[in-house]
């Protein structure tokens, strides 16, 4: 069975673009998490989807934003790029909110 | 003072050794993740416990909710294991609070 797909693996934006990251979660699962990874931090948190809707958010400006589709795959974007949006994005996701979140490899944004 | 902590930062070991690491919380949660970042970013999910104890092969993983603690052990360690180590947290509406890592180096 396929496990969390992103793509693409690599994105090379300049600065005030706007980056689409895509996240395919477990057949069945209905939860997709987004993080981020900015060099040298840790992961952040930035949004749950579930079921089609967006349950939270973490302290992120609202040029982050993103959706879930009807058959759960999801998307995240991010306008007016910033040279500190370069990060790896890491998508998971769960078959229900309680359960285990799987990961996908990443999406590496580069900000130029 | 970060709400999940980590220890130690970074561990370096010989192949064969039993591993440990830490992962303390201030936080009231519902579970705790434990996952493996390899080099390049991609991240594999290790444990999710919310009690006791969980074992797969040679990883094994604890919490004791009472003191807010977790630890993973590695037995039988090997070059292969080298990754970062990485403590999370879910605390509430599905937001996961990750420690900064744990950096494993077992040398051969």
């Known amino acids: 069975e396929a496990g969390v797909t992103q793509s693409p693996t690599h994105l090379i934006k300049t600065r005030g673009q706007q980056a689409t990251l895509r996240c395919s979660p477990i057949s069945g699962h209905t939860s997709v998490y987004w993080y981020q990874q900015a060099l040298g931090l840790g992961l952040q948190f930035l949004l749950w989807?579930?079921?089609?809707?967006?349950?939270n958010r973490g302290n992120f400006p609202p040029r982050f934003s993103g959706r879930q589709f009807p058959k759960y795959s999801s998307e995240l974007n991010v306008n007016a790029l910033e040279l500190e949006d370069s990060a790896l994005y890491l998508c998971?996701?769960?078959?229900?909110?309680?359960?285990?979140?799987?990961f996908g490899q990443g999406t590496r944004l580069t900000v130029v | 003072k970060n709400e999940v902590e980590q220890s130690p930062q970074n561990l370096t070991a010989q192949e064969g050794e039993f591993i440990t690491i830490n992962c303390s919380y201030s936080?009231?949660?519902?579970?705790l993740h434990w996952l493996q970042q390899h080099p390049g970013g991609g991240i594999v999910s290790l444990f999710m416990?919310?009690?006791g104890k969980k074992k797969h092969g040679r990883l094994i993983a604890t919490i004791n909710i009472q003191e807010k603690h977790s630890s993973l052990h590695i037995t039988a360690s090997h070059p292969r294991d080298s990754a970062v180590y990485i403590c999370a947290v879910f605390k509430g509406a599905q937001k996961l609070v990750f420690g900064q890592g744990t950096r494993l180096t077992i040398n051969p």
């Open positions: 989807y579930d079921e089609g809707e967006e349950r």
């Open positions: 416990l919310s009690s």
């Open positions: 936080v009231g949660i519902s579970a």
């Open positions: 998971a996701s769960s078959l229900t909110p309680q359960t285990e979140a799987f």
